[in-house]
């Protein structure tokens, strides 16, 4: 089994007058996986921490709703690239120190933050919230190129070799291979050294796939090519998928609502969000259906009939490719009663 590393994750939440705060570290060598409930005065929801090896760990947040506008402040305990992700359908509100106008992360983003780089996430009031963070080390981020003899992209570098004069934030694209992933170590059903195999090597995929997308020199996301009235376009087209996946338009019929060719709303959906129109559709409704077996209120036919689904082995099939498991695996797991095999 591989050593862990001394890392850790320290929050504070403001809510109104109210101050509190959440520390996630594990105890000992052999802890892998740390839970902490977030405050009962700011809301309902929980930040976990499962520190891995080889440089490697990652957290995530989710909260139900909190019932004030929340401002919760994250620091790292230790010199770590962060590769965040959002995965709540309402985009997230993120200030950094370092820069005078927030930004807004959608599940269509991916942004990778450099050690040393402070910020302020904002929970909106009665809205679900969903991060993930993976975290490598420098020798980690230096080992990626140096195995392939790869020039590190010039912005990457300045936070590798002198992280405190030079805040590196990288926006980029979530695309479908890294959702995948995600959703993977997000639902492993592994345990103990095994679990941490597998886990530090889906944390290693995901890191590298996002690497992959830096553009050598400048070190710029590739979806930055599109204007910013195209990316405007893209995103009413995505939400128009995501408010109608269970019986989404046609290609033709989406084209026409947001006012561009099927040709440019093709070519600019995956350009922009790393997926096609047809795969984003399945990602959404796999998600819903993992979500609802998940919760123990249905069985396998009543979620694939309620993310549009009249064909059970079709929905078995897309769901299988879409996290290497069956539904009726999620079932099985599943303590509710009512949750029957297919």
């Known amino acids: 089994m591989s050593p862990t590393y001394s890392f850790g994750v320290h929050i504070d939440f403001a809510c109104r007058a109210l101050r509190r705060s959440v520390d996630l570290a594990p105890s000992g060598l052999g802890e892998l996986h740390v839970v902490r409930r977030l405050p009962k005065e700011v809301g309902h929801g929980t930040v976990e921490l499962t520190t891995l090896g080889r440089g490697l760990s990652y957290a995530q947040g989710q909260t139900r709703a909190v019932g004030a506008e929340t401002r919760s402040r994250i620091e790292l305990l230790g010199d770590s690239f962060q590769f965040v992700f959002h995965l709540a359908a309402v985009p997230l509100r993120v ?5 005078q ?5 959608t599940r269509a983003d991916s942004l990778i933050v450099g050690p040393e780089v402070y910020g302020t996430v904002v929970l909106q009031p009665q809205a679900a919230a969903h991060e993930v963070g993976l975290f490598a080390d420098a020798v980690q981020i230096d080992r990626c190129f140096a195995d392939s003899g790869t020039p590190i992209p010039r912005p990457l570098g300045k936070a590798l070799y002198n992280p405190g004069r030079q805040p590196l934030t990288l926006f980029g694209n979530a695309s479908a291979a890294m959702g995948l992933a995600l959703r993977q170590m997000l639902t492993c059903g592994l345990c103990g050294s095994i679990a941490r195999v597998y886990l530090e090597a889906k944390v290693q995929e995901i890191i590298a796939l996002r690497l992959s997308q830096l553009d050598g020199s400048p070190g710029v996301p ?51 969000f790393g997926t096609t129109i047809f795969g984003f559709i399945r990602s959404q409704r796999m998600q819903h259906a993992l ?52």
Do not use: W
């Open 95 to 99: 200030e950094f120190d370092h820069t």
């Open 291 to 342: 979500e609802l077996l998940r919760d123990g209120n249905c069985n396998v036919t009543e979620a694939a009939n309620m993310v549009g689904y009249s064909s059970l082995s079709a929905f078995a099939s897309a769901f299988k490719a879409e996290f290497g498991f069956c539904p009726s695996t999620v079932c099985k797991r599943s303590a509710a009663d009512g949750c029957a095999d297919e």
């Open 222 to 272: 590739r979806r930055l090519t599109l204007m910013r009235r195209d990316m405007e376009l893209l995103e009413q087209a995505r939400y128009v998928l995501l408010t109608e996946y269970r019986s989404p338009p046609t290609i033709s019929e989406l084209a026409e609502a947001i006012g561009v060719n099927r040709t440019k709303l093709k070519t600019g959906f995956r350009t922009r």
């Open 101 to 105: 106008r927030p930004v807004l992360l």
